[in-house]
């Protein structure tokens, strides 16, 4: 892992978020699974139940593409990273509608665009001469 911007990245990132997850499970307790509203986790972060289970499920990607190789970890990086590029923008758009099934606020909004700046930036950047595996 020393010699992959990749592989460290995708395991810290993907250990983060799966305690964030896990953590936000004990402030969104007893919130319905997809309301719009959540429980503050850090006292900044919206979250509920859907959020959490999506935090420990992308952390868990991230993790297992880090502890595996450098390919996983590039492309783990750079499909996550664009997944929140995405929703970090979409974000602000569904903020106090329906659609806002992940309880999403200003704060999430920015972290997810932090974490695909960082995220996409080593998948597409980081580790250039990682030949992709060829599948017949």
Known sequence: MRHSPNRLLAAVFGAVYVVVGLLGGIVAGGLPFLTTEGGLLLGIFEVNPLHNIAHVLIG?????????????????????????????????????????????????????????????????????????????
């Not at 990086?77 to 664009?82: D, E, I, M, R």
């Not at 992940?102 to 030949?131: E, M, P, W």
Request: no cysteine; hydrophobic share 60%; aromatic share 6%.
């Open 60 to 136: 868990a990607a991230l993790l297992i593409a880090g502890l595996s190789n450098v390919v996983a970890a590039k492309t783990v990086n750079t499909v996550v990273g664009g997944f929140y590029l995405l929703l970090g923008v979409v974000g602000f758009f569904i903020v106090g509608s329906a659609l806002n099934i992940l309880a999403l606020n200003t704060a999430d909004h920015f972290l997810h665009l932090a974490s695909a700046v960082v995220l996409l930036g080593a998948g597409l950047a980081a580790d250039k001469r990682t030949q992709r595996v060829a599948t017949a």
